[in-house]
């Protein structure tokens, strides 16, 4: 999926350039704009949840690490559900927002009139995806609270300056036996 969201950026990159200069030249594609705002909503929303399972998701730790492992634990639990809890919460509302527009025959005010229940629906794709991955994982981190409460801060915590500096080590090592810098 995260490649296929990357091919997407990349076609959508190179029809914008193509944009750029059929307009100098007088002439325009017409709706890349439009299509570039619904691709950016669907892949964020699509990438939401790879980025969770990565552990990617900014998270500002400043007081987090300061306080007793088990108060660490319950912070991060409680940032797992929250996080799952706002996943299907907007998985909800956007739900709703589709069939608004299924009712109602809506579409898009630009030339393509483009039938919003098509991009709300691959939307809500990315957002059922989130959705799926985020609650699966405060399942889990709830089950590890209850199981293993060591295993919370490992599994769900922020990455350590320590993990991060080990990954990039690690990532420029891999580059440069590829040749690259």
């Given at each position: 999926?995260?490649?296929?969201?990357?091919?997407?950026?990349?076609?959508?990159?190179?029809?914008?350039?193509?944009?750029?200069?059929?307009?100098?030249?007088?002439?325009?594609?017409?709706?890349?704009?439009?299509?570039?705002?619904?691709?950016?909503?669907?892949?964020?929303?699509?990438?939401?949840?790879?980025?969770?399972?990565?552990?990617?998701?900014?998270?500002?730790?400043?007081?987090?690490?300061?306080?007793?492992?088990?108060?660490?634990?319950?912070?991060?639990?409680?940032?797992?559900v929250t996080l799952a809890a706002l996943a299907v919460f907007m998985l909800w509302r956007a739900?709703?927002?589709?069939?608004?527009?299924?009712?109602?025959?809506?579409?898009?005010?630009?030339?393509?009139?483009?039938?919003?229940?098509?991009?709300?629906?691959?939307?809500?794709?990315?957002?059922?995806?989130?959705?799926?991955?985020?609650?699966?994982?405060?399942?889990?981190a709830l089950w590890l609270l209850m199981r293993n409460p060591g295993e919370v801060n490992r599994?769900?915590?922020?990455?350590?300056?320590?993990?991060?500096?080990?990954?990039?080590?690690?990532?420029?090592?891999?580059?440069?036996?590829?040749?690259?810098?």
């Amino acid at each position: 999926m995260a490649l296929l969201c990357g091919w997407a950026m990349l076609a959508f990159t190179l029809a914008t350039c193509l944009e750029i200069v059929l307009r100098k030249l007088g002439y325009s594609l017409q709706g890349i704009d439009e299509i570039g705002g619904y691709l950016m909503a669907v892949l964020s929303c699509a990438g939401f949840g790879y980025t969770l399972a990565h552990n990617a998701h900014t998270r500002i730790d400043l007081v987090l690490a300061a306080l007793p492992r088990a108060a660490q634990a319950a912070l991060n639990v409680l940032a797992m559900v929250t996080l799952a809890a706002l996943a299907v919460f907007m998985l909800w509302r956007a739900g709703a927002e589709l069939l608004d527009s299924i009712e109602l025959k809506s579409v898009s005010t630009s030339p393509l009139q483009v039938p919003l229940w098509i991009p709300q629906s691959l939307w809500i794709a990315g957002l059922g995806l989130f959705a799926i991955v985020a609650a699966a994982y405060a399942v889990h981190a709830l089950w590890l609270l209850m199981r293993n409460p060591g295993e919370v801060n490992r599994c769900y915590g922020p990455p350590s300056v320590q993990h991060e500096l080990a990954a990039e080590l690690a990532s420029l090592k891999q580059r440069q036996s590829q040749g690259g810098a």
